[in-house]
T-cell receptor, first 113, second 116 residues
Framework: DQQVKQNSPSLSVQEGRISILNCDYT??????FLWYKKYPAEGPTFLIS?????DKNEDGRFTVFLNKSAKHLSLHIVPSQPGDSAVYFC????????????FGGGTRLMVKP | GAVVSQHPSWVICKSGTSVKIECRSL??????MFWYRQFPKQSLMLMAT?????????EQGVEKDKFLINHASLTLSTLTVTSAHPEDSSFYIC????????????FGSGTRLTVV
């Protein structure tokens, strides 16, 4: 049973446009969500996170939106750059359960020049 | 920021041999480290939680005797793949959290294991 899902395995966007990556979760106990960027043969790099008490968090070109009622979060990248091309994973955790991360399946983003 | 060093970055071994992967927190103490495995084009799957000074907690379906985890100090956790077989070939990644209550997970650079 996948508790965190990223239904789009890939996404292609033109440079300068907005990239929107989506993530859905089923466990209502999750209270913290993170986005990671990963290049092949490398470990994930933390991008941005959001607590369940917020519905939006912004950091430069990256904004994460959380819709708790829909159990949905999204990562917006504006403007997209070719260097953003990578696999993006969303992850969720429960604060009082050891903080283990449950990852989605990942979305491969390709930003075309 | 926090740095997690993972070695080796890649290893090729013969079937039946054992391989040890190290995960070190370089500038912070980590009472808990996590080991993940990633198959090609798939997500990161948590294998086990490594606790300093105590036994690791393994996820369902992960063989404890196959994947030995030792967290002997606050800065070092090791994963040993024993009697490796080709199906153990995968990308293994560790992560550590800087301090209790922090969500500042830092990942190692990963280890590509190929068993021939």
């Amino acid at each position: 049973d996948q508790q965190v899902k990223q239904n789009s395995p890939s996404l292609s966007v033109q440079e300068g446009r907005i990239s929107i990556l989506n993530c859905d979760y089923t466990n209502s106990m999750f209270d913290y969500f993170l986005w990671y960027k990963k290049y092949p043969a490398e470990g994930p790099t933390f991008l941005i996170s959001i607590s369940s008490i917020k519905d939006k968090n912004e950091d430069g070109r990256f904004t994460v939106f959380l819709n708790k009622s829909a159990k949905h979060l999204s990562l917006h990248i504006v403007p997209s750059q070719p260097g953003d091309s990578a696999v993006y994973f969303c992850a969720a955790s429960v604060f009082n359960a050891g903080n283990m991360l449950t990852f989605g399946g990942g979305t491969r983003l390709m930003v075309k020049p | 920021g926090a740095v997690v060093s993972q070695h080796p970055s890649w290893v090729i071994c013969k079937s039946g041999t054992s391989v040890k992967i190290e995960c070190r927190s370089l500038d912070f103490q980590a009472t808990t480290m996590f080991w993940y495995r990633q198959f090609p084009k798939q997500s990161l799957m948590l294998m086990a939680t490594s606790n300093e000074g105590s036994k690791a907690t393994y996820e369902q379906g992960v063989e404890k005797d196959k994947f030995l985890i030792n967290h002997a100090s606050l800065t070092l956790s090791t994963l040993t793949v024993t009697s490796a077989h080709p199906e153990d070939s995968s990308f293994y990644i560790c992560s550590a959290r800087e301090n209790r209550g922090s969500y500042g997970y830092t990942f190692g650079s990963g280890t590509r294991l190929t068993v021939v």
